[in-house]
């Protein structure tokens, strides 16, 4: 094994950390930054994401709510609610869990949410943003994967980057926050003919693509940065395990860098929602005070 | 020579009489008369050419034309409140303010003042958003242009390899994500890029738009590649006389020419595109906002 193992784990407690001493100032103004958690229906579903990200919270000194709704609930209501929530200046943020029942639309609740209050980067509005390279809030899965690759000894300008997976949450926002940073993007997805004609030519590899074991040692360059963003759940011999898009064992022997999962982009993401979280209290401070001004 | 060339021209008069036989459609069978309002801000001798033009092109179309013209003193406040004003007009389904303003505006306010439904140039910060997450939207002209080209010359462009030379947000980055959702393998390159030449050269279709005279050479083409030119550059001319001029493309059509399998030309391909894909989308924009079909083939 020649990659070193990045530790998430540890970008995340430095990330935390700064963020704890940014939602203490912000406290100190009388703006104390609160998240709101909405989850309908089934509470198990989300109930993991909840408890760590209420658990994180609590190390970043942000403010924790986690609100549940029945699945009998309306778009309507729902819809209500949130603007209920982008009114209350006391809520600084706001969070839709995955997943919802089949009657709510997440993309409908996405666009409901204040722009101002879209910690978690789904708005329309945060998304062109980030297309424009305007990097206010930024969905964050995306945003914690460039980050971690920020922290590595590489120019990002004019790296060759191979993005696997087009989504709109992580593969897309990726490529365009990597191409604002001056990278050359190349983005892949399920009909690209040859991936690893592409995914050998870069300098870092991003793979988003919900496929374990995609990404194999001789698809990459050696010595590549490889950012595994995948979840799986999969049935080992010694029962469920959780791994990534990448098939660990094999990436290791040729890349320079790898993330591993779980303890990589993981604990980053969570890290990052906190970042936005006090991102978008400290907006909406100087906006009040601006339109404060204004009135006057 | 070998590369077909694309005839923008052609196929640009094609799409105004596809939006022309529409809104005689609407008028006939609802009423209704889409609008495009226009707004120009100083006198710029270029933006009062284009505006004229779109004026023109709109009235050729069958629909109103409504032109704005201020004075370049005007207040940031008052183009504002026209904005407002026009988004509020139930006759008006396009508003597009011709850019650049001068330079006392901003004009990402200006842009994200119009209502998204009515942002025919697809640059509202929504439209964007809405463009990125594969969501129903304003699409900016010139790459809708670029990309019905594309469509027309290859059919399907599942799986082919897109090379967008450029990364501006009025061509390169929505260019990407039109292709994207054709699901083309994407791969924006631009001035930072290690060797711009070799990435070129892997395209199935090349998107040049930098602004840079002949930049693209043939050998950097794949032969066969559909290469679409979207620059528009002013060289002296002198061959043609002294103090003459003459436009060309960010690709060397010479060369390309003979390695391409097809090929915009300039003047006469992407350009006469880009009004009617404002017109199209001047279209669409009335059909949503009536709760109408939207015409087929005009909209990604």
Redesign the interface.
């Known amino acids: 094994m020649s990659a070193t193992v990045i530790d998430g784990k540890a970008i995340a407690a430095r990330m935390l950390a700064a963020t704890r001493v940014e939602a203490a100032a912000l406290t100190n103004e009388g703006w104390a930054p609160r998240l709101v958690s909405i989850s309908v229906g089934d509470v198990a579903a989300a109930e993991l994401y909840v408890r760590n990200q209420s658990r994180q919270a609590e190390r970043a000194g942000v403010g924790f709510e986690a609100r549940n709704y029945p699945d009998t609930i309306s778009l309507e209501q729902l819809t209500g609610v949130l603007q209920g929530l982008n009114a209350d200046p006391r809520v600084n943020g706001i969070i839709i869990q995955r997943p919802l029942p089949q009657h709510i639309p997440v993309?409908a609740l996405q666009r409901a949410v204040h722009p101002l209050k879209d910690v978690e980067g789904m708005?329309?509005?945060?998304?062109?943003?980030?297309?424009?390279n305007d990097l206010a809030l930024g969905p964050c899965t995306a945003v914690a994967s460039v980050e971690i690759l920020k922290t590595l000894p590489l120019k990002i300008?004019?790296l060759?980057v191979t993005v696997i997976g087009?989504s709109?949450?992580v593969g897309?926002?990726i490529?365009?926050l990597m191409?604002g940073l001056?990278?050359?993007?190349?983005?892949?997805?399920h009909?690209?003919?040859q991936v690893s004609v592409?995914s050998r030519q870069a300098d870092a590899v991003f793979v988003a693509a919900g496929r374990p074991g995609l990404v194999t040692g001789e698809m990459l360059k050696p010595g590549a940065a490889l950012i595994d963003i995948g979840i799986n759940r999969i049935e080992g011999p010694d029962g469920p395990k959780t791994v990534g898009d990448a098939d660990f064992d094999s990436c290791a022997e040729v890349a320079g860098w790898i993330t591993p999962v779980p303890g990589g982009v993981g604990p980053v993401t969570v890290a990052t929602l906190m970042k936005n979280a006090v991102l978008a209290a400290r907006m909406q401070m100087e906006h009040y005070r601006e339109a404060y001004r204004a009135a006057e | 020579m070998t590369a077909e060339i694309i005839d923008g021209k052609a196929f640009a008069a094609r799409v105004r009489e596809q939006v022309a036989a529409h809104v005689e459609r609407l008028k006939a069978d609802h009423g209704i008369t889409p609008g495009l309002a226009v707004v120009l801000v100083g006198e710029d001798p270029a933006s009062q050419v284009y505006v004229r033009s779109k004026g023109k092109q709109t009235v050729e179309a069958g629909m109103a034309s409504f032109e704005h013209k201020l004075p370049v003193e005007t207040s940031e406040a008052d183009l504002l409140a026209l904005v407002r004003k026009l988004n509020a007009d139930d006759d008006v389904h396009g508003i597009l303010v011709q850019l650049p303003l001068p330079a006392h505006m901003n004009a990402e306010l200006v842009i994200n003042t119009i209502d998204p439904a009515k942002d025919v140039d697809g640059f509202?910060?929504?439209?964007?958003?809405?463009l990125?997450?594969?969501?129903k939207s304003m699409v900016p002209c010139t790459p809708l242009g670029c990309l019905m080209l594309l469509r027309d010359r290859l059919g399907k462009l599942?799986?082919l390899?897109a090379v967008v030379v450029g990364?501006s947000?009025i061509v390169g980055?929505p260019m990407?994500?039109l292709l994207?959702g054709d699901?083309?393998?994407?791969?924006?390159?631009?001035s930072?890029?290690?060797d711009l030449p070799a990435?070129c050269r892997g395209a199935d279709i090349l998107v040049a738009a930098v602004g840079r005279p002949e930049m693209v050479k043939g050998d950097w083409i794949k032969p066969g590649a559909t290469v679409i030119d979207v620059g528009i550059n002013r060289i002296d001319a002198p061959e043609k006389g002294e103090g003459k001029s003459r436009l060309v493309g960010d690709v060397d059509f010479a060369s390309a020419s003979e390695v391409a399998g097809a090929i915009t030309p300039v003047p006469g391909g992407v350009g006469p595109m880009t009004i009617a894909c404002l017109l199209a989308n001047t279209l669409t924009a009335c059909c949503r906002a009536k709760g109408l079909p939207e015409p087929a083939g005009l909209t990604p």
């Open positions: 993309k708005h329309p509005a945060s998304i062109g943003n980030i297309v424009y300008e004019g060759d087009h709109e949450i897309k926002p490529a365009f191409m001056g990278a050359t993007v190349t983005v892949c997805h009909m690209t003919r592409h | 509202h910060i929504s439209n964007v958003g809405l990125g997450t594969g969501q599942a799986g390899n990364r947000n980055k990407a994500q994207l699901s083309c393998t994407v791969t924006i390159a631009h930072r890029t290690k990435v």
